[in-house]
């Protein structure tokens, strides 16, 4: 941040020529903090209500935990697709820092406290995509949504989800992670009055197709109300299941 232009601008607010709400909107396009191979945008939370995450996959261990210091300076730290190399670079500069491999993520401060309602549900299918579950349920908890997991409730035993309807249709949102074919969203779907969050996996054998075969069933869902985010894209799921938590209640028929 530039230390003459946040001053003039808290300058400004002090004297009254400036009202308190232009000066947010102000904040919202200050510069971002060049680590030359990152440019940390700490102005984030104001745009979008939650900090910037660390993507680790491709950077290395210490790339990642100069970013981890700067953001822990400013609050709560998520990075994800997290080794324990990643970890350890991160923890021996903050050593508060959690590992969570289940969701193959690092944690830097305290999970914020979450009201009992609303509340989301995240399902998988089989074992095999509880990582990417874990990604999501994760991402939600970090945005102080509350969040309840089922695991292993795949099309091929329906008894084992139909046991949690009542959980489900009390929900905000609801994400469901499935690989092989696909099909456990467009059940979720015409089962809840919430939005479905569908996250298809590259677990499956060949015809699979790394998860191409559960994305394209997932986009053809003749359910209403399921959406789709990109292969194994747990986090992106958990964020969209944070932002409608958080929205404003309404009141269905």
């Given at each position: 941040?530039?230390?003459?232009?946040?001053?003039?601008?808290?300058?400004?607010?002090?004297?009254?020529?400036?009202?308190?709400?232009?000066?947010?909107?102000?904040?919202?396009?200050?510069?971002?903090?060049?680590?030359?191979?990152?440019?940390?945008?700490?102005?984030?939370?104001?745009?979008?209500?939650?900090?910037?995450?660390?993507?680790?996959?491709?950077?290395?261990?210490?790339?990642?935990?100069?970013?981890?210091?700067?953001?822990?300076?400013?609050?709560?730290?998520?990075?994800?697709?997290?080794?324990?190399?990643?970890?350890?670079?991160?923890?021996?500069?903050?050593?508060?820092?959690?590992?969570?491999?289940?969701?193959?993520?690092?944690?830097?401060?305290?999970?914020?406290?979450?009201?009992?309602?609303?509340?989301?549900?995240?399902?998988?299918?089989?074992?095999?995509?509880?990582?990417?579950?874990?990604?999501?349920?994760?991402?939600?908890?970090?945005?102080?949504?509350?969040?309840?997991?089922?695991?292993?409730?795949?099309?091929?035993?329906?008894?084992?989800?139909?046991?949690?309807?009542?959980?489900?249709?009390?929900?905000?949102?609801?994400?469901?992670?499935?690989?092989?074919?696909?099909?456990?969203?467009?059940?979720?779907?015409?089962?809840?009055?919430?939005?479905?969050?569908?996250?298809?996996?590259?677990?499956?054998?060949?015809?699979h197709f790394g998860g191409l075969a559960p994305l394209l069933t997932m986009l053809n869902s003749c359910a209403p109300?399921?959406?789709?985010?990109?292969?194994?894209?747990?986090?992106?799921?958990?964020?969209?299941?944070?932002?409608?938590?958080?929205?404003?209640?309404?009141?269905?028929?």
């Open positions: 941040m530039e230390v003459e232009r946040l001053r003039a601008l808290l300058e400004a607010v002090a004297q009254g020529r400036l009202s308190v709400d232009d000066a947010l909107s102000a904040l919202r396009d200050l510069p971002y903090q060049n680590l030359e191979f990152a440019r940390i945008d700490h102005h984030r939370p104001l745009r979008k209500g939650f900090p910037e995450v660390i993507f680790c996959q491709g950077k290395t261990p210490e790339q990642v935990a100069a970013i981890a210091v700067r953001l822990a300076e400013r609050g709560r730290v998520l990075a994800t697709r997290a080794t324990e190399a990643h970890f350890e670079a991160v923890r021996a500069r903050l050593p508060e820092a959690v590992y969570h491999p289940q969701a193959r993520s690092i944690t830097v401060g305290e999970l914020p406290s979450a009201p009992e309602q609303p509340y989301g549900v995240v399902l998988s299918a089989g074992t095999a995509d509880i990582p990417v579950a874990e990604e999501a349920a994760l991402t939600a908890r970090m945005m102080g949504v509350r969040v309840e997991t089922r695991y292993d409730v795949g099309v091929a035993g329906l008894h084992r989800l139909l046991e949690h309807l009542p959980l489900l249709q009390g929900a905000r949102a609801v994400v469901v992670v499935a690989g092989m074919e696909g099909a456990l969203p467009s059940v979720v779907g015409g089962l809840v009055r919430c939005p479905v969050i569908a996250v298809p996996t590259s677990v499956g054998y060949g015809a109300g399921v959406v789709v985010v990109n292969i194994d894209n747990g986090f992106g799921a958990g964020y969209c299941l944070g932002l409608i938590a958080q929205s404003e209640a309404t009141t269905l028929p």
